[in-house]
């Protein structure tokens, strides 16, 4: 489970004490903090806070009980601390919305017991939210991009069982296909899919796109699952990581462009003369640039580097060529 | 006494009792702080207000004729047991991981998880995938109410090509998300329906004031995405072995097998649907060298007369 970002502390608590009921077993210390996003010293002052709680009169016997016993966090409080709230529209939202997106991917097996367990989902909901409910679960939509159920269907089982595969992929960012070797860990997205791996011709850990896998095959090799993988902190990774090598790269759109500034990650972007917009931006690779004013022409502008517009049109040339019988 | 404290105990106090409590018990025992009437009633509203925010509502109930007390019920504000089978749980769960760092609305939908972990069952085994849907759209909670409450928005709006952001009063209908964030909905300006790219929107989206409603319910409308337009036109399209793969992924498109031949250099026919021709023209400009348009002849000459000004450019 992913930690919870800044919790107000009073919801943070009404949700903690309970798991820490249900869960006896595995509430340690370190668990605690790492699920609700808190500090040692924040738990500890939550606890703290407890047992100055309980009922009128307060009395010893009144009191909620909680401390730490060897690295573990036990709470003893009478029933009414025990259950956690029901869910608001927004958290019901959040999980009707992935989950019905969920249930519709291809090679999932999860799929069936989504679609029962969302009908009982409208249970948990706030009885004055129901209309809530109804009305996101008609109005609200997510779609997610096919992915090819094979290719998928060969990530999970490498994943699942920790084989090592063997992929073609055409690297966008480059122009070329390349074969290699990857130890492939989570699938995310919404399409485009992802996939992060390890991958050893570069010897880092890689994200992927799926649809960019022309084919996978076992490589007949098993993989440690690496220590410390979070997959929801994997997934809230910018997929572009900028480095020391790249190019700078300074770009002005028409407005008929503007979508470009909205799908390419960028350091800024600042409206300029007759509705156009100046858009800077890093790229550890330029070859995608180069087809992208390829395809936008009088679009868009270069301010640097110099050499794209040059490439651009050695790549127009080279593309006349096959034009030519 | 601290205010978490001092809430904490007044749930617990409400909760446990089995009869609606008198105001006077309330302030007896939780806020002893309070040096005036005036200033118990402030305390306590604050208290409620911040109570309800969180899903707990405390209700007035009388008790017995002349008496007035209040009350928290427990099975109306706690999870109810959803009888889920372990299948069940573990779907769910992993449904809720699929959040970003983005917040819907007052709170993190990744709470619900925590709420289904609270009430029991076992967490799910690291999942092998992650839909990652975005919610940190500033407007999706606004809008998702104005749904809710069937009230107009009007935002200031720059759709795709236009130099300036215009303002745009919307009945707003549904919520969609393919990749980004779409609203559909009649355009009241235009009277027309019409799909708003949230990411679009400039500031905040005004509500329409007032309670009432300002359109009937209605079924949303079906949403026609541009991309998805009729197409007419189909194109034969030869592509380098290395990318024909990524187009034969595109809605529509298939490979030739008709002629059921690949070319001598190993290239291979792509057929592809044409809804629009400059976005097709775009779109194949993007391969560079490795995509050739065969036919139409009309848009084999539109792409050459592209390729030629950008062989030209300067």
């Not at chain 2, 059921?260 to 629009?276: E, H, M, Y």
């Amino acid at each position: 489970m992913p930690p919870i970002a800044s919790l107000p502390r009073l919801s943070r608590i009404l949700v903690l004490v309970p798991w820490v009921i249900t869960h006896a077993d595995e509430a340690t210390v370190d668990e605690v903090c790492r699920r609700f996003g808190i500090s040692e010293d924040q738990l500890l002052d939550d606890l703290s806070l407890l047992v100055v709680c309980g009922l009128p009169p307060f009395s010893p016997g009144d009191m909620i009980e909680a401390w730490v016993d060897e690295g573990r966090v036990v709470i003893n409080v009478a029933d009414y601390l025990d259950r956690p709230l029901r869910m608001s529209r927004w958290e019901a939202l959040g999980l009707l919305a992935a989950g019905r997106a969920l249930a519709a991917m291809p090679a999932l097996a999860e799929a069936q017991a989504l679609d029962s367990a969302l009908a009982k989902l409208a249970e948990a909901i706030a009885p004055d939210e129901a209309d809530a409910a109804e009305t996101l679960a008609e109005r609200v939509a997510i779609e997610l991009q096919p992915a090819s159920p094979e290719i998928l269907g060969i990530l999970r089982d490498a994943i699942e069982t920790l084989q090592r595969i063997r992929i073609e992929y055409y690297s966008f960012g480059r122009d070329e296909l390349t074969e290699r070797e990857i130890d492939p860990l989570l699938v995310f997205g919404t399409g485009p899919w992802y996939v992060i791996a390890d991958d050893h011709k570069s010897g880092e850990r890689r994200t992927f796109r799926v649809d960019r896998i022309r084919s996978a095959v076992p490589a007949g090799v098993t993989f440690e699952r690496p220590a410390g993988f979070d997959p929801s902190l994997e997934a809230d990774r910018p997929l572009y990581r900028p480095s020391a090598g790249d190019t700078s790269v300074v770009l002005e759109l028409a407005p008929a462009a503007a979508w470009v500034a909205e799908l390419t990650p960028h350091d800024e972007a600042k409206p300029i003369k007759g509705g156009w917009m100046r858009l800077t931006l890093r790229a550890s690779h330029t070859a995608w640039l180069v087809r992208l004013l390829l395809q936008l022409g009088d679009q868009i502008r270069v301010v640097e580097p110099e050499t794209l517009t040059a490439e651009v049109r050695e790549l127009a040339t080279a593309a006349l060529a096959r034009y030519k019988d | 006494m601290d205010k978490t404290e001092r809430q904490i105990n007044l749930i617990g106090l409400l909760m446990s009792s089995e009869r609606p409590v008198l105001g006077t018990r309330i302030r007896d025992a939780l806020y002893a702080d309070a040096t005036s009437a005036e200033s118990f009633k402030r305390m306590f509203e604050r208290d409620k207000d911040d109570l309800r925010a969180l899903g707990i509502r405390i209700e007035i109930e009388p008790i017995g004729a002349w008496d007035e007390g209040y009350a928290i019920h427990r099975d109306e504000v706690t999870l109810p047991s959803l009888d889920l089978t372990p299948a069940e749980h573990a779907a769910l769960m992993l449904a809720s991981q699929a959040w970003g760092e983005g917040t819907l609305g007052p709170v993190s939908p990744r709470i619900a998880g925590m709420k289904l972990s609270a009430a029991g069952g076992a967490d799910l085994p690291s999942p092998w995938i992650l839909p990652h849907v975005d919610l940190r759209s500033p407007q999706l909670a606004a809008l998702f109410d104005a749904i809710l409450r069937r009230k107009r928005v009007t935002f200031r709006y720059r759709s795709s090509g236009a130099a300036a952001p215009e303002d745009r009063t919307v009945e707003p209908h549904a919520l969609r998300f393919r990749s980004a964030w779409y609203l559909s909905g009649l355009d009241v300006g235009r009277g027309e329906q019409r799909l708003f790219k949230l990411d679009r929107i400039e500031g905040a989206a005004r509500i329409a004031a007032g309670a009432k409603p300002d359109f009937e319910r209605a079924p949303p409308a079906p949403v026609a995405w541009p991309a998805d337009a009729e197409a007419d036109v189909q194109a034969r399209v030869a592509f380098t072995p290395q990318i024909a793969f990524l187009v034969e992924q595109r809605a529509g498109a298939h490979r030739d097998t008709g002629r059921g031949r690949k070319r001598a250099d190993g290239r291979v026919d792509v057929i592809v649907p044409v809804p629009d021709a400059e976005r097709f023209v775009r779109w194949v400009l993007g391969f560079g060298g490795d995509a050739e348009v065969i036919e139409p002849v009309s848009l084999r000459e539109k792409t050459i007369e592209r390729l030629r000004a950008a062989a030209e450019r300067v």
